[in-house]
């Protein structure tokens, strides 16, 4: 497969930029490993029932979070470190020792919820796979870092094929979701040590030399020389992980209220219907990891025109995404839902549409998000993130009671909205300050021009 992949990018090399082929191996990878994720779900929903997928979700809500926190945004931070301040073993200690506290954490979130045996044993061995996915998540910062895209599309493919694959055999065999969140663990470890790894080691060598235990060496010098430098990467991005996990939280809290208020069937309904926005996400992550270490060299080299230029363009295109999304789903929920799960989920198509609005807004949310981590304002999104999880609480637990599953997607539209409002502001008010510092005119610039544009 691998080899294949080569073939065709060489060719498409011959007549395109390498910004434009790494958006197209970055679209590829999400869109097929977001496909392969969805399809986890469906095989949940197609062999199981609403209550299983209901567990798996709140599973996932709960790692989730966790998970989000401990990794503190560690892979945006590398990519955007156009210094090159910070050795990839740097990067990798911090990842495991976050990874060891996210899992302790999940520990004693479960211990004092008294969840059941069934939703316990689900979310620890989830967690494990959590923390494999991790592991790949700084190699795929050190990836992009460098702008090696095809390496972190490859493992993205093979790991996403493996993984819909082995969670198919394993629940056909044992219609048990524990089981096969096991055999998704092993498939994961294995992306992990026979090419994410491996690709890694090499990619270093071309920076440090050869040498066949350099990466290893490199790490165990990391954790016994360098505890500074891994404390002062802490610090630098722990406000980062504080954004993210309220992100995420954002995202899960109308899922803890619907399985207070309405149980794990409707929750299970609900997750459903929510990934199937999987194609707007998809192309926003690819195309924000494609364009933000772009960003950060436009911001880096005091660029602004350029900076604001091409963070227009992702705008525009995340919300044209959106739109057509928005539409296809209007006109054709009902057919789409029977098809992909059954005729239970297509009842809900109503909400359907009203879902695929707030990934909408959350895709020009993200663009403005990817560009607020590019400009390195790491601080100020965590009041903005803390405001999102206020009101985001708040309208779900006022509306779930009485508007069932719509208050939940209610909920969703507001965070988008209000994460607009918030990063569009943080980054004028950056962008202003660098329009200062380089004299203003001198850029041939108007700031209040293209901020209007943008937003």
Known sequence: MSYIMDFFVKKIQSFMTPTKVNFLWMLLANAIYALCQWGMLIVLAKMGNPVIVGRFALAMAITAPVIMLTNMQLRGVQATDAKKEYFLSDYVSVRLLSTVVSFIIILLILYFSHLGKVVFWVTVILAVAKAV??????????????????????SMIIKGILSVGV???????????SWSLVGLVCAWMLVFVFYDWQ?????????????????????IASFKDRQDVIFRIVVLTFPLGIVMGIVS????????AIEKFLGSRELGIFA????????????????????????ARHFADGDV?????????????NLIIGLAGVLIIFLGGRKILTLIYTRE??????????LMISAMLSGVGSALGYAVTSVRQFNLQVPLTVAVFFFTGLVSFLMIPHYGLYGAAIALIVAALIQIIGAAWILKRKLSSVADDHGGGGMNFRMGDHLTDAY
């Open 167 to 177: 969670l198919w055999v394993v629940f056909y065999f044992t219609s048990s979701l």
């Open 305 to 317: 025109r350029g900076f604001n230029d091409l963070l227009k363009k992702m705008i525009w295109i």
């Open 249 to 256: 939280l954002n995202t899960n809290v109308p899922r803890y």
């Open 345 to 354: 989920y297509a009842a809900y198509s109503g909400l359907f549409v009203v």
């Open 133 to 154: 996915e991790s592991l790949s998540d700084v190699f795929y910062g050190f990836f992009q870092q460098h702008e090696k895209m095809g390496f972190m599309a490859k």
């Open 272 to 295: 459903a219907l929510a990934y199937t926005t999987v194609a707007v996400n998809m192309f926003i992550q690819a195309l924000g990891q494609a364009v933000s270490p772009r960003l």
């Open 199 to 219: 690709m890694g080691a090499k990619l270093l060598t071309t920076y440090e030399g050869p040498s066949r235990y350099s990466l290893i060496m490199s790490l």
